[in-house]
T-cell receptor, first 113, second 113 residues
Framework: GVTQSPTHLIKTRGQQVTLRCSSQ?????VSWYQQALGQGPQFIFQ???????GRGNFPPRFSGLQFPNDSSELNVNALELDDSALYLC??????????????FGPGTRLTVL | KQEVTQIPAALSVPEGENLVLNCSFT??????LQWFRQDPGKGLTSLLL?????REQTSGRLNASLDKSSGRSTLYIAASQPGDSATYLC????????????FGRGTQLTVWP
């Protein structure tokens, strides 16, 4: 399945954070979502073949990487209080047929103080 | 812009009741619709995926219907059990941005014994 690390993280405003995601075996596409408390997940961006393949309404301080083994990182610079959320990654076997079910990891809970 | 709304926001029922959760979306040009389950502080589990050309999907006690022209989907849960307690989210993908999920805020379901 999809795994994410760390499980929980506490940072202070202005710091930088890196979240990690290992995709399901055979999947080459990773998407990242931010879920604030009481809200539905919001799309941050998607990576396919190590390139960003679509981005939601998030500022450039949210950036990502995809590695040759298709795992991925989400980096957030200059953390703000509103960045406190559950960060979810999802993997799928293709970037956009739409027919593929996306498989979600358990998430990383980020708290910014 | 695609907006997804879920009603009700919360639902509390006794065990054994049959339930209907509602989801509506503003842009009928969807590619598919998924229902997810989320347990507190956890990731998402896909329950049912309906292609835009389909009318419904069934899995066990769950049945999801889709009326694309009216922008509505319902998730029917038969003979509810306490283990069904969770937040249920619906999400759609659009033809123009396949692979990106647009989520509602979810319906928080509590089934008491």
């Amino acid at each position: 399945g999809v795994t994410q690390s760390p499980t929980h993280l506490i940072k202070t405003r202005g710091q930088q954070v890196t979240l990690r995601c290992s995709s399901q075996s055979g999947h080459n596409t990773v998407s990242w979502y931010q879920q604030a408390l009481g809200q539905g997940p919001q799309f941050i961006f998607q990576y396919y073949r190590k390139e960003e393949n679509g981005r939601g309404n998030f500022p450039p301080r949210f950036s990502g990487l995809q590695f040759p083994n298709d795992s991925s990182e989400l980096n957030v610079n200059a953390l703000e209080l509103d960045d406190s959320a559950l960060y979810l990654c999802a993997s799928s076997s293709s970037p956009g047929t739409g027919a593929d079910t996306q498989y979600f990891g358990p998430g990383t809970r980020l708290t910014v103080l | 812009k695609q907006e997804v709304t879920q009603i009700p926001a919360a639902l509390s029922v006794p065990e054994g009741e049959n339930l209907v959760l509602n989801c509506s979306f503003t842009d009928s040009a969807i590619y598919n619709l998924q229902w997810f389950r989320q347990d507190p502080g956890k990731g998402l589990t896909s329950l049912l995926l309906i292609q835009s050309s389909q009318r419904e999907q069934t899995s066990g006690r769950l049945n999801a219907s889709l009326d694309k022209s009216s922008g509505r989907s319902t998730l029917y849960i038969a003979a509810s059990q306490p283990g069904d307690s969770a937040t249920y989210l619906c999400a759609v993908t659009r033809g123009s941005t396949l692979g990106r999920l647009y989520f509602g805020r979810g319906t928080q379901l509590t089934v008491w014994p």
